[in-house]
């Protein structure tokens, strides 16, 4: 019954940028001198045959003539081409108002303009998960965990995370006056913080004991492959002798930058990735890298799509990498955006072509296996109780059921989890509320719920508790000592 | 858990045409001369401005030369028309291609071409549950509870229900030879049926002991009026001292047909609806008829929507009609199609106006809220059992909770309805088997299941357990004694 429900709902981590599913190619890339273009170079004359235009321009008559509500053109014209992109029933082809446009071409970059703040949802306060550094938010001294309240007098209670987003963020250069709660201090604090460009962090490295190291990619973006690099270097001459690559819920990016990076670990002449295109050319992406000779794994989820993918069957097929996790995604096609063309700000997302892994197969809607099968615990996509009816003895709903995968995840013994709420489930809540100090009922009550949620939240964050990274450590140990057993 | 299942999935009757939600204005209605087909009339000039041609053929231009597979331009404009009427947000408002607007024709106009067997879904195959008086299958000889196995040497093994019954209609004249299952004969009898244009029986109407009439209307097409008077004065020749009207699960149809059955009871110069067009002008229609002297009552639910609300209001605000059952669906517009001017055969719906109770409200959304709210059993809503896993004792999930509210309904005391298998659950169900002569285990395996369901069809189908229609003939009666009491 929770199928629906199985996205993380406790966690809603690091809205910046709304970065779309998409593997994109930038302009130089070969795929993008369209024949669209040429079309529309040649002499002011449209595509639209006359019998096309006739009945496009009956139906918008009609429409407008007839409908009982005022009726906007211009949102009539999107419609129709909203309505063309659907009809090619594709996700990956779409048609983007300027607004949209602007936001998804952020994220192609990686960079945005604002204030510089990662932001999560928690119990409907704004809380900031971390300051970007070198940010503007930052440089003014906004902590992690300051809960935001307003920005230029605006409250941001009640709104949706996304909502409020759109209110911290504005062009360069303007101010926002942020009003932020701090646990400590009494009265709220006041920062006026100038906005600015952004880079989006999304290369995050670290080195574990056994100088394994690990780099986390978010999202490929323009500037990942520079990030990347840097990064691998540091690592390197910190005599690393292993590497986790994370790319779990990494949607995807530029297919430039995930081609750079495989370069690295793929060996000079061995294939990273085919693009075949509308006419079934294919065209090999051959490395020019050298290899490397540390053992590498590259953890990935479900949440891993296109350039995650790209990037997964490069390092499996062409470098000898181990791929951990959870079945990926499954996203094998290529899009490419046309911007300039319509004139007003507006883009087209039109998907051009497929790629394919460098032994021949196209993944789109498989995904690709792991060579090892790790999966999360259950109580990392468990969804919140519901808190306005109390839960106790012999009810029986999904939200007992989410209550004892919460208890279960913190190691207090529910007896089952399947949402029937009997004897063992009343003595494991007893023990909850014993230990954070509640009053020991027995009972679901709203206050309840809210510690299991935050005890989750917290045993989540808990790297511990990350079984697939610890086996891609684990697996990257293996073979280091497997390697320097044979020497 | 259950909300989005609740539609009754067991019993799928009835579907012969495929009547969509409607309110529908016949072309001589003054609605109906729109200013579009001013604008199309003048001089073949169409209505795209240059830049919106521009912007739609630039567009398709990209989609064509640029998607990675083979587009089908028919397809793009009907997407882009498709589109345009999406922007509206008006649900009703929608473009159909050349079959679909056929289909939406033959259902205002209540007749179809075809054999006239009125089929449902049994078990995956398609039964009939009953030939329409004076079709060609009745002449042929088509029986209910029939199973319809091939026609013209297709078999209709594995389709879905629609897709059956396309198989099985087809234009006047032509020949179906249809293989036919029957229970007590050992081999498929064989009939060839010449197709001809049928009416669909929208009215069927009873006489209930007390001389009670009732009328049930199942959607109001063109020839609903005429069907509908015919019967009423039958049942008036009868003596008939009181009426119930049953609109239960009535999607609509054409506004002028509804206001003449309306015009029947209320009094006249009281209004019957009102119309306000898109420059708010109100059109008021008000009764030539001379009202009646006898009770009448009306019975709707959530499924009586449009005509069948327009109905509801007037006998309620106008004609003293008590309204039984659950709140109406709630659809307050009027919709009229355009079918000439795309010059393909395709057509566009638009809504046109909203309509009005006599008292001058708008239901949209909101619905009709009954005199008498009456439900009817929960049984009747529930979904199907998933035959692949056997319940029993301790099972927990939503298969167990559909069994028990099927064992309450048939009479067997499941002890609970929220989906927990306890030991009375097994009680149950053992008494169940014993009942049906089944193996008793107290295990719910497919057999039982499939014995459950069946069960409950029967159960459903006895006129003693509608409350609703029990109720709406109980105000009846009650209302004839005061009368007579009144004398």
Known sequence: MLKKQTVVLLLILAIVGSSALTLFVSKDHSFATS?????????????????????????????????????D???????????????????????????????????????????????????????????IKGSPAEKAGIRAKDIILSVNGQSLQGLE???????????????????????????????VIVRDDVDLETVKAHMEPGKIGVIEITQFSLNTGERFKSELTKLEQQDMKGLVIDVRNNPGGVLSVVIDIADQFVPQGKVIVQVEDKDKKRDKNVSK?????????????????????????ALQQSAGAKLMGENSFGKGTVQTSFEKQLGDGSLLK?????WLTPNGSWIHKKGIKPDIAVSQPDYFSVA???????????????????????????????????????????????????????????????????SLESALIKAIRDPKRDNQMKSGIEEVRKEIAASASNK
Chains 1, 2 share one sequence.
């Open 384 to 450: 919140p109780i519901n808190k306005k009816v109390s839960l106790q003895y012999n009810t029986n709903n999904s939200d007992v059921k989410n209550a004892q995968i919460m208890l279960d995840g913190l190691g207090f013994k529910p007896g089952r989890k399947d949402g029937f709420f009997d004897q063992k489930t009343t003595t494991a809540v007893k023990e909850f509320q014993s230990s954070e100090k509640l009053k020991v009922t027995g009972i679901i009550d709203a206050k309840t719920a809210e």
């Open 289 to 313: 890298g050298k290899g490397k000779s540390y053992p590498v794994t590259l953890l990935m989820n479900k949440g891993s799509a296109s350039a995650s993918e790209i990037l997964a069957g």
């Open 73 to 131: 053109r211009t949102k009539l014209v999107d419609g129709a081409i909203n309505g063309m992109m659907q009809s090619l029933e594709d996700p990956y082809s779409s048609y983007m108002g300027k607004q949209t446009a602007k936001e998804f071409e952020e994220s192609i970059e990686g960079s945005f303009s604002g204030i510089g703040a990662e932001v999560s949802s928690d119990n409907g306060n704004v809380m900031v998960v971390s300051p």
């Open 350 to 354: 039109i998907t051009i072509a497929k």
């Open 161 to 191: 995370l996304n909502e409020a987003v759109a209110k911290i963020r504005g062009p360069k250069g303007s101010e926002a006056k942020v009003s932020v709660k701090r646990t400590g201090t009494a009265s709220p604090i006041e920062f």
């Open 35 to 71: 024949p669209g273009a040429g079309i529309l170079a040649s002499g002011g004359s449209n595509g639209l045959k006359q019998e096309e235009a006739k009945k496009l321009g009956t139906a918008l008559d009609l429409i407008e003539g007839n409908y009982y509500q005022d009726v």
